[in-house]
């Protein structure tokens, strides 16, 4: 059996297991977050390269920090919801996993330290709130929802961090850009949620479902009718912004099926998973500089080819 391989073996995973392990698909959507940190919340006069790849270089240790310890706390709930995950199916040990997630915070906090002193505390600020939510708040539905929010929107800004203009977060730092993430993930994580509540065959979804898909439709009919920020330049008509256009058609399907199955709520989370790309894409693209829309959008590539060679199927 595999969960049987001998310890020396699962020591030494498969690098397709190790990216299976840390969601390597969606490592690609921290680069848009620090984007949006970076260039939205106080645009810089003059771009920092240097900071800029050391924020997206410890942005992505994070992430993978995170989604290795999650595995780690989750292996005993794995075993019956997802038991075809490295842990849980063997094919990574969990002596391996906890070294990875030892030296994935140590790299970010490294990366941070070319930073500043704002960087470092932004870092570390992380690294506790994703302890916290994977070894205890992710037991409460909603807390964690909006811890997990609060954690992607610390990861805005950690870009915003690598500008270095000082430790005090402004008003416009906590608002803004950060907000926006904070909101589209704490709903995302809400939905996912609902996968372990058992319902009736044929009775839809959950109602936590459809009050986090409403938010979200609010969220971006106001970013297409009104723009992500103040000062920007207006966004007249854009019924078909691609990112709100994505999301009438998610919510379509939600109120259409009554499927509530654990599959069908994975396709919906996986699908919002990527509109991230295209928030970030659209918060960027309110700057005026119509390029840097097109980085996070253009990652959706590589995230969706590892996603399918990778074959990540929750």
Same mark, same amino acid.
């Given at each position: 059996m595999e969960g049987m391989e001998p310890q020396a073996v699962r020591d030494r995973p498969r690098?397709?297991?190790?990216?299976?392990?840390?969601?390597?698909?969606?490592?690609?959507?921290?680069?848009?977050?620090?984007?949006?940190?970076y260039f939205c919340i106080d645009p810089p006069k003059e771009i920092r390269i240097v900071p800029l790849l050391l924020v997206c270089l410890a942005s992505a240790c994070l992430y993978s920090f995170g989604m290795a310890t999650n595995d780690i706390?989750?292996?005993?709930?794995?075993?019956?919801?997802?038991?075809?995950?490295?842990?849980p199916s063997g094919r990574v040990?969990?002596?391996?996993?906890?070294?990875?997630?030892?030296?994935?915070?140590?790299?970010?906090?490294?990366?941070?330290?070319?930073? /500043? #002193?704002?960087?470092?505390?932004?870092?570390?600020?992380?690294? =506790?709130?994703?302890? @916290?939510?994977? %070894?205890? &708040?992710?037991?409460?539905?909603?807390?964690?929802?909006?811890?997990?929010?609060?954690?992607?929107?610390?990861?805005?800004?950690?870009?915003?961090?690598?500008?270095?203009?000082?430790?005090?977060?402004?008003?416009?730092a906590l608002s803004g850009p950060a907000t926006y993430v904070f909101i589209y993930i704490a709903c995302i994580t809400w939905i996912s949620t609902a996968e372990e509540v058992k319902?009736?065959? /044929? #009775?839809?979804?959950?109602?936590?479902?459809?009050?986090?898909? =409403?938010?979200?439709? @609010?969220?971006? %009919?106001? &970013?297409?009718?009104?723009?992500?920020?103040?000062?920007?330049?207006p966004y007249p008509d854009r019924l078909l912004d691609p990112l709100y256009l994505l999301f009438s058609i998610v919510l379509w399907r939600l109120v259409a099926s009554r499927d509530s199955s654990k599959h069908s709520t994975f396709q919906t989370v996986r699908t919002l998973l990527l509109g991230l790309f295209f928030l970030d894409a659209?918060?960027?693209?309110?700057? /005026?500089?119509?390029?840097?829309?097109?980085?996070?959008?253009?990652?959706?590539?590589?995230?969706?080819?590892?996603s399918r060679r990778l074959r990540i199927s929750s």
């Amino acid at each position: 059996m595999e969960g049987m391989e001998p310890q020396a073996v699962r020591d030494r995973p498969r690098m397709a297991d190790l990216l299976r392990l840390i969601r390597a698909p969606m490592v690609f959507s921290t680069t848009g977050d620090v984007l949006v940190g970076y260039f939205c919340i106080d645009p810089p006069k003059e771009i920092r390269i240097v900071p800029l790849l050391l924020v997206c270089l410890a942005s992505a240790c994070l992430y993978s920090f995170g989604m290795a310890t999650n595995d780690i706390f989750d292996r005993g709930r794995d075993r019956k919801l997802h038991p075809q995950r490295p842990l849980p199916s063997g094919r990574v040990s969990l002596r391996f996993a906890w070294r990875l997630a030892v030296w994935l915070p140590v790299f970010a906090f490294v990366a941070s330290m070319g930073i /500043g #002193s704002q960087g470092m505390a932004t870092t570390g600020g992380i690294v =506790l709130l994703i302890l @916290a939510y994977n %070894a205890w &708040l992710k037991r409460f539905d909603l807390a964690g929802s909006v811890v997990m929010g609060m954690i992607r929107g610390a990861n805005v800004l950690l870009g915003w961090s690598a500008l270095g203009t000082g430790i005090i977060l402004s008003t416009d730092a906590l608002s803004g850009p950060a907000t926006y993430v904070f909101i589209y993930i704490a709903c995302i994580t809400w939905i996912s949620t609902a996968e372990e509540v058992k319902r009736p065959r /044929g #009775s839809g979804h959950h109602p936590r479902v459809a009050i986090a898909m =409403l938010i979200l439709f @609010a969220l971006m %009919a106001r &970013l297409s009718f009104q723009g992500p920020l103040s000062g920007t330049h207006p966004y007249p008509d854009r019924l078909l912004d691609p990112l709100y256009l994505l999301f009438s058609i998610v919510l379509w399907r939600l109120v259409a099926s009554r499927d509530s199955s654990k599959h069908s709520t994975f396709q919906t989370v996986r699908t919002l998973l990527l509109g991230l790309f295209f928030l970030d894409a659209h918060l960027l693209y309110a700057t /005026g500089q119509v390029y840097l829309a097109l980085i996070p959008i253009t990652l959706v590539i590589p995230s969706m080819i590892l996603s399918r060679r990778l074959r990540i199927s929750s």
